[in-house]
Structures are given as C-alpha cells and as structure tokens.
C-alpha cells in the first residue's frame, strides 16, 4: 500500500544551522512522483518540488537541496543556513502513476522552528 | 495571476449542523481538489474534479459529504449533519490538467469547528 513516513515531528534550530527533513515512501509502483510542499503559518501550502521515480539527480535551489535515493525509498530535504522565515510545516508526498489521478499521498508532516 | 480563493476562512457550527464551503480555482484550471487536514496530520484527499465530472471520490464520507462542480469552475464542499470528527482544515487546490506530475495550488483553506 502507498504511504509516506516523516518520522520527525518537531524539529527545532537556531538561525544559520543546517537541517534535514527526513521522509521515506512506499509504493508498488515503478513510476510516481514526490513533491515537498511547505506549509507557512497563514495556511496555504507552497510547492517546492517535484521529482519523479527516474530521475535520481539531486537538485540544488538556493539554500534548499533535495536527496532522492529508490534504494531506500527516501526523499530528503535540506535547508542550508536556516533563516527564521523557514519557520513552518513542511509535507512530503507521492502520487502513483497508477492511480490516474492528482492525488497526493502526504505524510504527517514536519514542524521546523528557526530561533533567531 | 489571482491564486486559489476559498471562504469562508472560519467557521464554528455545532454538531448535527450543515456547512458549505466555497472555492474558485485558479482561471482555466481543469482540475480541483478537496483535501480535509486534521489537526497535527497531512492532507488528506476527498475528491477530486475534472472539469465538472469526478476523478476520485473514494475517500469522500458519501452519507454527510457532498460536493459539486457544476459548471466546471467554482466548487462547493457540504457537510450535512456534521460530528465532531470533521474538525478540521478543508483545503482545495487546483491544477492544469489531471495527471499526478502537475503542481497543485493550494488556497488558504476553510478552518471548521464542530462543537
């Protein structure tokens, strides 16, 4: 069955450290895709990635960086010298090619405060 | 480009009650989405449009949930009776087209309390 794990629930830095949002997936199927969306206090989820199943190469995007290993079946993002507008819920999530649809499988999601 | 726009953006009603909730996608948007995100847990989808015809309803609570789309822009979400259970976010988003690669735009969700 498809679903997506992002065992870290609150994660707390101070301004300019580094941090790793972790997130793992399962899925049956050979072709999907993940997508990291962030969710900032006022509500409204901003998208920030999407990669699909055969693409590998990780991306770089200014401070954010984004690891994607099948092998593990992992989807991870980091955010170099946090700033404290990074301050939000940040969600991970899949759609499976299989399904024909949009829908987004998401995980439970992440809270990453940044202290000043 | 005008984004997502859904309202109310509160509501308090007591169980037992009906709610609608309201949604315009972006402009020439095909698809929409209703997600229901309970406190502390991602989204969740409910059902998802194309044009004014239903993809996915799967997850939809058919015998208090309904929605429509009836002229293939604008959307509106019902709950009828409502438990307290449906606390939660309701958002809707939208898309160009259908297929799972497509960005959806989220608007700032429709924030329900049941009592």
């Known amino acids: 069955a498809q679903k997506v794990t992002q065992a870290q629930t609150e994660i707390s830095v101070v301004e300019k450290e580094d941090v790793t949002l972790d997130c793992v997936y399962e899925?049956?199927?050979?072709?999907?895709?993940l997508f990291w969306y962030k969710q900032p206090p006022s509500g409204e989820l901003v998208f920030l990635i999407r990669?699909?199943?055969?693409?590998?190469q990780n991306e770089i995007s200014g401070r954010y960086s984004w690891n994607f290993q099948k092998s593990t079946s992992s989807f991870n993002f980091t955010i170099t010298a946090s700033q404290v507008v990074d301050s939000a819920v940040y969600f991970c999530?899949?759609?499976?090619?299989?399904?024909?649809?949009?829908?987004?499988?998401f995980g439970q999601g992440t809270t990453l405060q940044v202290k000043p | 480009e005008a984004g997502v726009a859904q309202s109310p953006r509160y509501k308090i009603i007591e169980k037992r009650q009906s709610v609608a909730f309201w949604c315009n996608p972006i402009?020439?948007?095909?698809?929409l989405y209703w997600y229901q995100q309970i406190l502390g847990q991602g989204p969740k989808l409910l059902i998802q449009?194309?044009?004014?015809?239903?993809?996915?309803d799967s997850q939809l609570p058919k015998d208090r949930f309904s929605a429509e789309r009836l002229k293939g822009v604008d959307s509106t979400l019902k709950i009828q009776p409502a438990k307290l259970e449906d606390s939660a976010v309701y958002l809707c988003?939208?898309?160009?087209?259908?297929?799972?690669?497509?960005?959806?735009?989220f608007g700032p969700g429709t924030r329900l309390t049941v009592l």
């Open positions: 988003a939208s898309s160009l087209v259908r297929e799972g690669d497509n960005e959806q735009f």
């Open positions: 899925t049956r199927d050979t072709t999907y895709y």
């Open positions: 990669r699909n199943s055969f693409d590998e």
């Open positions: 999530a899949l759609n499976e090619f299989s399904s024909n649809t949009g829908k987004l499988i």
């Open positions: 402009s020439g948007h095909a698809t």
């Open positions: 449009f194309q044009n004014n015809g239903v993809v996915d």
